[in-house]
């Protein structure tokens, strides 16, 4: 049986009053997106398709980037390949949906509004800094990835969960505000500024996203054990006044030092949080798909 579904903003105030640190930490992620609710119908509901997920470890951004753009290529040529009247026919496909978690080496990433606007010199002295630097064809502006952070690229072909690009992306944010709702961290959207935030000017997870034919890729960073003094080298995101937060500190702040919030731990809660947000199950990648797995993988290791 599929893992029940968040359909309208009633249901999900309903469940999660329950838990008053949830309900907060998701009535603030909702805060000016009531128009946008990953609402569908019982019969949609019924049609998800199964999401397979696959964590990869630490692998090289350029490497990532390559992996993705091969993959929504393949899903792009196998979709359209079929008469219209059989794209929403899942057994005719062999490549699924999939949630692919990974980590990365140090590396700056810049979105698609700023291909060559860095200066050189500037893109010298983050490279002076041991780290990569790679401009990419997602949304959003410079931003770091680098070890205890929990990168997520979806790759959904919308259509299959009845999903604007929109309710997509807000689909994302319920997901990190749910996970650090787990931890009693408060998190919220901040209308005008991307990302989730768990105050005015502290950002926990970045978002950026790129969508063709209605295949997603790119996706989320969640800040779990991340070194900051990485963020201090740019301006997050182009937010002047804004900087980043690792979960490990907010719960150093909330007293429980102790407290496990590496990837290894938060990765389990995030897909969990995922499947409840999205309304679909969440199982192993080679289970769900063995041809999207053995891909993904052969990508991996070239």
């Excluded at 805060?31 to 509901?45: M, Y």
């Excluded at 909330?254 to 990765?267: E, I, Q, Y």
Aim: net charge neutral; aromatic share 8%; hydrophobic share 35%.
């Amino acid at each position: 049986m599929a893992i029940a579904s968040i359909r309208n903003f009633g249901q999900i105030l309903s469940r999660v009053q329950s838990h008053p640190t949830t309900y907060r930490a998701f009535s603030a992620a909702t805060t000016g997106t009531s128009d946008c609710t990953l609402s569908r119908t019982a019969e949609q509901l019924s049609q998800l398709p199964t999401i397979g997920y696959v964590y990869l470890g630490e692998v090289p951004y350029r490497k990532a980037l390559e992996m993705q753009n091969q993959l929504c290529r393949r899903r792009i040529d196998e979709i359209y390949a079929l008469p219209q009247a059989d794209r929403a026919d899942l057994n005719l496909r062999q490549f699924s949906d999939t949630l692919i978690l990974l980590q990365h080496p140090p590396v700056y990433t810049n979105g698609r509004r700023n291909h060559g606007k860095l200066q050189p010199d500037e893109i010298e002295r983050l490279h002076a800094l041991d780290c990569d630097y790679v401009e990419t064809n997602r949304g959003g502006e410079i931003t770091f990835h680098g070890p205890g952070q929990l990168v997520g690229y979806p790759n959904l072909y919308l259509k299959d969960h009845f999903l604007a690009t929109k309710c997509f992306v807000k689909g994302l944010e319920y997901t990190i505000a749910e996970t650090c709702a787990h931890f009693g961290i408060e998190a919220k959207t901040i209308p005008g500024f991307p990302g989730v935030w768990t105050s005015p000017t502290q950002k926990v997870a970045a978002l950026g996203t790129h969508v063709q034919r209605y295949v997603t890729s790119h996706g989320f960073a969640l800040n779990c054990t991340t070194d900051m003094k990485w963020f201090r080298e740019i301006i997050p995101c182009g937010l002047e006044g804004k900087t980043a937060i690792s979960l490990q500190t907010l719960m150093e702040q909330h007293g429980k030092p102790n407290c496990d919030t590496s990837v290894d731990a938060v990765l389990p809660i995030l897909r969990k949080s995922f499947a409840k947000v999205f309304g679909c199950n969440v199982k192993p990648l080679e289970d769900v798909s063995p041809a999207t797995f053995k891909f993904i993988q052969e990508l991996v290791k070239l």
